[in-house]
């Protein structure tokens, strides 16, 4: 059953009403891509989520589709080349959700890493990315252009600096339009549910739990897709994993950079510092944790990387007065000694520690589709479905049917003759795709709805009204943090 994905309905009724194929527990990335990709080969699926859509750990990335660059320095060839082959993919199938970056990469004389080592690196990236990249390919630029364009850049012993391609995300925004179009293609999708207990077997019974009542969910197959939260479900048969948390920290915009920059620590950890909505991510950090209730960012953390920025852009002059928000996220990797976290795989994994039962661990965003198709293989296999995925050739929701650059001038001039200004109508459809339409039906009705949630922030008021009647949003924070990441942008 293919239907439109918004409206995105949530549906507990349904539920507890048939049995399904597979029941996907965890509404993160990894979950939403698992539920899509088994609904359009045909499976029945349930997808549920104990809080909203990617409100783990998919809403606390650094908001990129990367290759990974810096696995290149731990030989993950076949990683990086999977994740750019998904960077394409990404790319292609939602041209308004995954845009090109140029990021700037700096060497300087005590770098570990002097140019023609990274020239070999940055070749081997732009091969290894195919012959139509969504990005450009990279190029040196030498010290005077570097300090002319950049002069808050740390100048001593500046030797030049690299720029290369990459894309970026509003990670939270990009999960809800996977879970939505789980949804358009039959799934039955509800957040506000969350899974208590399961009764593996050959025909598993998740105990679940909802708006205070408990009920029974019956189904073939289950996939653990919970991230962190997982380990706790599966109780002795959960897998041995370590919990990273990672922590951003939100600062103001650069005027006038739009480029993102890979830096160093003096600790040699690499770090990011990218624009995003007029404002500026620098992250991440990396801590082993104990439990998921530690994923939250402390002040060590912030001023650590506040100290990183300082030593590589000492002109910026940023302190801790200027931090407007920070964040926090929990990935799961497999369990494994390494000399620091930094080396430690990023690969993915799924085992089936119980009978038709699947957990995943580990992963990227970037790589969460085709690790899904992978998931759904295996069950699909099992449940004797024999349709291939499709998810690499079907556009997500929002994605226009003419040449993007025409389209987005199209949308962006009727959403500017609505009343809406021109920063907040890029931003919309860059964020909305040919979902703006919805936007301009709710400001025909009330003018007022063109107008700012807040002067500083890109997001108008129709998007509050549409993520209310037609994205599942039930609370405050399913708005102002993931609808539209509002909180990160002007804090709290």
Known sequence: MIRSAFPFVRDVAGLRATSFDLLVIGGGIYGAWAALDAAQRGLSVALIEQTDWGAGTSQSSSKLIHGGLRYLEHYKFGLVQHSLRERRVLSRIAPHLVRPLDFMLPVFKASRAQPFMLSCGLTLYDLMAGLSPPVRRHRYYRPKRVRQDFPFLQGDGLVGAFRYGDCQEDDARMTLVVAAAAHGHGAVCANGVRALSIDAGESPEVRAEADGETFTIKTRAVLNAAGPW???????????????????????????????????????????????????????????????????????????????????????????????????????????????????????????????????????????????????????????????????????????????????????????????????????????????????????????????????????????????????????????????????????
């Open 230 to 492: 997982a380990l706790r479900l599966m109780g002795d048969s959960a897998p041995e994993v370590e919990l990273i948390k990672g922590t951003h920290i939100v600062m103001p915009e650069i005027p006038g950079v739009t480029q993102a920059f890979l830096l160093t620590a003096e600790d040699s950890r690499v770090f990011f510092v990218i624009p995003w909505y007029r404002r500026t991510l620098v992250g991440t950090t990396e801590q082993t944790i104990s439990r998921v209730e530690d994923a939250t960012p402390t002040e060590e953390e912030i001023h650590y990387l506040l100290r990183a920025v300082a030593t590589a852009m000492p002109g910026l002059g940023w302190s801790r007065g200027d931090v407007i928000s920070a964040f926090a996220g929990t990935r799961t990797l497999q369990k494994a000694d390494a000399a620091s976290l930094s080396a430690v795989s990023r690969e993915f994994a799924v085992i089936e520690p119980q009978p038709n039962v699947w957990v995943s661990v580990g992963g990227k965003y970037t790589t969460a589709r085709c690790d899904a198709v992978g998931i759904v293989d295996d069950i699909a296999q099992r449940l004797g479905h024999d349709r291939a995925s499709q998810t690499d050739v079907t556009p997500l929701p929002g994605t226009p049917t003419l040449p993007f650059a025409v389209w987005l001038g199209s949308a962006r001039a009727e959403l500017l003759v609505a009343g809406v200004d021109a920063h907040a109508a890029h931003t919309c459809a860059l964020r909305h795709g040919t979902g703006v339409e919805a936007l301009l039906t709710l400001i025909e009705g009330d003018r007022g709805l063109a107008q700012r949630v807040h002067p500083d922030a890109p997001f108008i008021r129709a998007e509050v009204a549409l993520a209310q009647s037609h994205e599942m949003a039930r609370s405050e924070a399913d708005v102002l943090r993931r609808r539209m990441p509002l909180r990160l942008i002007v804090g709290r």
